[in-house]
């Protein structure tokens, strides 16, 4: 081959190489502008990730903070029920006591009473047994005499 064939399959694979260095130039860029997006993308997506983890730790805090609200609030209902229940357990004690003496002392006049009324039924017995004894007796004697 001659010289000048040569130079001519030269030019031409300088030229087809610079073709390709032009797509390659061409493939790096768009690689380049990729490779920006996504580290774009990337940002933009771990900003969402922190900003959602806050937003979570702010929430668990909140919870949290609800919870010991919610504890402290039923663990002073509890105390506030079982002062009220105490109190409440006197004062029907303290009543049903009151309640009982009453009884008891109303109990103890009806016995007297009962007691009197029956001591008193007695004594009118044995004088109407007394009374009809002395009448048999004068009967008696009112009829031995007349015979």
């Avoid at 959602?52 to 402290?72: M, V």
């Avoid at 002392?105 to 009962?114: A, G, Q, T």
């Amino acid at each position: 081959m001659s010289v000048e064939t040569e130079i001519a399959l030269l030019k031409r694979e300088v030229t087809d190489m610079k073709q390709i260095h032009v797509r390659l130039d061409s493939a790096i860029e768009k690689i380049a502008e990729v490779s920006t997006s996504l580290h774009t993308i990337m940002a933009v997506h771990e900003e969402k990730l922190l900003r959602q983890e806050e937003a979570l730790d702010e929430q668990e805090k909140k919870l949290t903070e609800n919870i010991q609200e919610l504890h402290s609030r039923i663990t002073s209902n509890a105390k506030e029920t079982h002062t009220a229940m105490g109190d409440m357990e006197r004062r029907l004690v303290e009543q049903m006591n009151a309640h009982s003496q009453k009884e008891e002392e109303h109990f103890r006049k009806m016995r007297e009473e009962l007691s009197n009324r029956v001591g008193i039924l007695e004594k009118w017995k044995w004088v109407i047994v007394g009374g009809s004894i002395v009448a048999g007796f004068i009967i008696q004697k009112v009829i031995t005499i007349n015979i």
